[in-house]
């Protein structure tokens, strides 16, 4: 079977079949279940927090102006309840999170050679170290490609914002990376 665009799912939610959400949800799972994650470093948590998104999103699909932004409104939705679970417990958990696929070649791109000295490990030790925010933006910058403006609708942050905090911890990374490559 084919698969249709974000656009006809929501026109099949909004006419009342309900069954086309399942696409949607087939869809995105994966990237807010990885957004929420990085907020809150907690796989039970990061979980509840995606299918309270996915309800919300449920909810709210009439108020969304574009079909074509549904996945930048959606991690939007991800990334306001994660930040909100993670100002209420005020508790950082630091389980590490296996399942990346992070460029690390495109972060740490100041020498060739180096990102293969790096494992996953490594690179979630490092991401934990950077603010709830700038994980996100670093995750959704490297992982799902999106553009400074799309990071703008996600987190709600300024252009000039997001290309500062992209660059702080780009730098940070970098420098928290390179720490464990010189001790080898």
Not at 43 to 66: H, M, P, V, W
């Amino acid at each position: 079977m084919e698969k249709q665009s974000d656009a006809y799912y929501i026109g099949q939610v909004l006419s009342g079949n309900t069954g086309a959400l399942k696409h949607l949800i087939e869809r995105y799972q994966h990237m807010a279940y990885t957004l929420a994650f990085r907020v809150v470093y907690n796989a039970e948590e990061a979980e509840e927090i995606c299918q309270d998104a996915f309800l919300k999103a449920y909810r709210s699909l009439g108020t969304l102006r574009n079909p074509s932004h549904f996945s930048s409104w959606l991690y939007s939705i991800v990334y306001h309840l994660a930040i909100s679970a993670v100002r209420k417990r005020r508790v950082h958990f630091t389980s590490i999170e296996r399942e990346t696929n992070m460029r690390i070649a495109e972060l740490t791109d100041e020498e060739e050679g180096f990102s293969d000295q790096i494992d996953t490990e490594q690179l979630d030790r490092a991401m934990q170290k950077l603010d709830e925010t700038d994980r996100v933006i670093v995750t959704l910058y490297y992982l799902e490609n999106y553009d400074v403006k799309a990071l703008c609708q996600v987190t709600g942050l300024s252009a000039s914002n997001i290309k500062i905090r992209l660059f702080r911890a780009r730098k940070k990374l970098f420098d928290l990376l390179s720490c464990h490559v010189c001790e080898k």
